[in-house]
């Protein structure tokens, strides 16, 4: 099974580092020298990992093969993608990876139906779980044990308890003080 692990971004000095968009919770098993990875788009790889390194909070990345900027550059955009054993898990029993909840349903604490995951948005600081409802809509669910308490990969369903108003605008509560209507009290309907 293919996983994507980083995405490659801008050169970094003149000597073949990029700096890459990491995209695993196991970068130092991914992403280690002598990994070789493939790419997409195909054609650019594979690539293999010469060296790594932190440098101000992002990880840099040189490939053999790879001596200047201008190579660097070429690869900007590149996505890197590790084969995995399907069978293989995470060692943390909290973290998984994404083609492990992609297609499970998704229901309330209570039960209620609410659809099934299309696929994981991986942003800066946190994830999104992409539903598909029955009847064809997207929610973003914020991927946070508060909201999925409870991920059970032999039932395939993921638990979620979610707050007023994240399912749909008709679940919020609205109080109406002077004229102004307030989601839970708290800021501004909209």
Request: aromatic fraction near 2%; hydrophobic fraction near 40%.
């Given at each position: 099974?293919?996983l994507?692990?980083?995405?490659?971004?801008?050169?970094?000095?003149?000597?073949?580092?990029?700096t890459?968009?990491v995209?695993?919770?196991?970068?130092?098993?991914?992403?280690?020298p002598?990994?070789?990875?493939l790419?997409?788009?195909?054609?650019?790889?594979?690539?293999?990992i010469e060296?790594g390194?932190?440098h101000?909070?992002?990880?840099?990345?040189?490939?053999?093969?790879?001596?200047?900027r201008?190579?660097a550059?070429?690869?900007?955009?590149?996505?890197?993608?590790a084969?995995?054993?399907p069978e293989?898990v995470p060692?943390?029993?909290?973290?998984f990876?994404?083609?492990?909840?992609?297609?499970i349903?998704?229901?309330?604490?209570?039960?209620?139906?609410v659809?099934?995951?299309?696929?994981?948005?991986?942003?800066?600081?946190?994830?999104l779980?992409?539903?598909?409802?029955?009847?064809?809509?997207?929610v973003?669910?914020?991927?946070v044990?508060e909201i999925?308490?409870?991920?059970?990969?032999?039932?395939?369903?993921?638990?979620?308890?979610?707050?007023?108003?994240?399912?749909?605008?008709e679940?919020a509560?609205?109080?109406?003080?002077?004229g102004?209507?307030?989601a839970?009290g708290?800021g501004?309907?909209e």
């Amino acid at each position: 099974m293919q996983l994507v692990v980083a995405r490659i971004g801008r050169a970094h000095g003149i000597k073949g580092e990029v700096t890459v968009e990491v995209r695993t919770d196991e970068p130092e098993l991914r992403l280690g020298p002598g990994a070789v990875l493939l790419t997409d788009p195909a054609a650019t790889g594979p690539l293999t990992i010469e060296s790594g390194r932190v440098h101000s909070g992002r990880l840099l990345l040189r490939f053999e093969g790879v001596k200047d900027r201008t190579g660097a550059e070429a690869l900007r955009n590149t996505l890197l993608i590790a084969e995995v054993d399907p069978e293989e898990v995470p060692e943390d029993p909290e973290e998984f990876y994404d083609h492990q909840l992609i297609d499970i349903d998704v229901v309330t604490k209570d039960g209620a139906e609410v659809g099934r995951i299309a696929e994981i948005a991986h942003l800066p600081g946190h994830d999104l779980l992409i539903v598909k409802t029955p009847e064809g809509r997207e929610v973003m669910i914020p991927f946070v044990t508060e909201i999925v308490p409870e991920i059970d990969l032999h039932e395939q369903r993921a638990v979620i308890d979610p707050p007023p108003g994240l399912l749909s605008d008709e679940d919020a509560v609205v109080d109406t003080v002077d004229g102004d209507a307030e989601a839970d009290g708290k800021g501004d309907a909209e």
